[in-house]
């Protein structure tokens, strides 16, 4: 059997190209006992992969990707086509983090991504696979995670979520409103804000790019705001910091601003109003909260089946086009998760 399998072949210099990867094609050998071969269905384009993306990744995250050899590390879901496994058959739907190949021998019980990615069984009856790539997956944790654990959500705050179009920012937005919180959100065009004030819902929403962010939050929210979830960094990260009311708390889960800049930007120049104002800033990873996995699929699946839950998708098809779905997310074309369907040869 032969299946493809896309490499990186140079770090990108700013935004990726497709010339930074390429398509290779490799034998797939049958599986080993304790291994499972899957035939991939869909992958996940995660603007943190940038990270991974250079010669040597931020101090403490997932090493960098070799160049010239697969990228492992990656969600991904699939079908089961050989087993050397018990409690894995032929058939079963399974997610795991080998992505960005036709198929994978994947090692069950090896722990990947810090548990977030191990080889796990998936339920499908009435939810579709990909949705364990996003709302019911690791994007979901990051959301659940951050909003109720990290920045410790009270009765009465109110949100601000920057990237909240995006698929983390949409869901911690919508879980901040079904909690009763006023919600804020920030996001890169004027279809993307009737997107997160018409379909989502929330009190109040900006384009950062047509306006000073400091006015357009002040704007929102006059009196303040208590929590702020961040996966931009950067000006968005300067503004909350003015914004945030005493005993504020901010949750970082990514800084998108700087995964592309060429050397790290200065840090925000407020940061003082941290000590005035005793704000505690906490960044966090979804790798870090796995033990969480339970308690969120348990609460986020309920709201989904209730309707209360939206998860819009921006689909890319076929595996060869899966470095042209990461570009376009760190451009901020998408709409919720960026996912790839993949077209598995053979």
């Known amino acids: 059997m ?17 010339s930074d990867f390429r398509v290779v094609e490799v034998p797939v050998r049958d599986p080993r006992p304790g291994e499972v071969l899957v035939r991939n269905t869909w992958t996940s384009a995660d603007a943190a992969l940038r990270l991974r993306l250079r010669e040597k990744s931020p101090p403490g995250y997932f090493p960098a990707f070799p160049l010239g050899a697969p990228m492992d590390g990656i969600m991904t879901v699939g079908e089961v086509v050989a087993s050397r496994v018990d409690g894995f058959a032929p058939g079963d739907t399974v997610w795991h983090a080998s992505g960005w190949r036709d198929y994978s021998l994947v090692e069950a019980g090896g722990q990947a991504l810090g548990g977030v990615g191990t080889l796990t069984r998936l339920d499908v009856e009435g939810v579709p696979a990909q949705a364990y790539l996003s709302v019911l997956g690791a994007s979901g944790l990051t959301a659940y995670a951050g909003l109720f654990h990290i920045a410790a959500l009270r009765e009465g705050d109110v949100v601000w979520v920057s990237a909240a179009a995006g698929c983390v920012g949409g869901l911690v937005a919508q879980m901040a409103k079904i909690r009763g919180h006023r919600v804020i959100g920030s996001a890169g065009s004027a279809e993307k804000v009737r997107y997160l004030l018409d379909e989502l819902g929330l009190d109040a929403a900006f384009d950062y790019r047509a306006g000073s962010i400091p006015e357009s939050l002040r ?34 889960c990514g800084m998108i601003s700087e995964y592309d800049a060429p050397e790290p930007p200065p840090g925000p120049s407020n940061l003082m109003l941290a000590v005035t104002n005793d704000l505690t800033i906490r960044g966090f990873r979804a790798s870090s909260n796995a033990h969480l996995l339970p308690e969120m699929t348990r609460e986020v699946g309920a709201w989904i089946r209730e309707g209360r839950l939206r998860h819009r998708e921006t689909v890319v098809e076929g595996l060869e086009r899966a470095p042209v779905a990461l570009a376009g997310l760190m451009r901020g074309d998408n709409i ?11």
């Open 2 to 18: 032969i299946g493809r399998e896309v490499q990186p072949v140079a770090y990108p210099r700013g935004e990726i190209r497709p």
């Open 219 to 252: 704007e929102a929210a006059p009196d303040g705001i208590d929590v702020y979830f961040d996966n931009v960094g950067g000006d968005h990260l300067r503004a909350a910091l003015g914004a945030l009311r005493k005993g504020g708390r901010v949750a970082i």
């Open 336 to 346: 919720g998760k960026t996912l790839v369907r993949i077209d598995a040869a053979g």
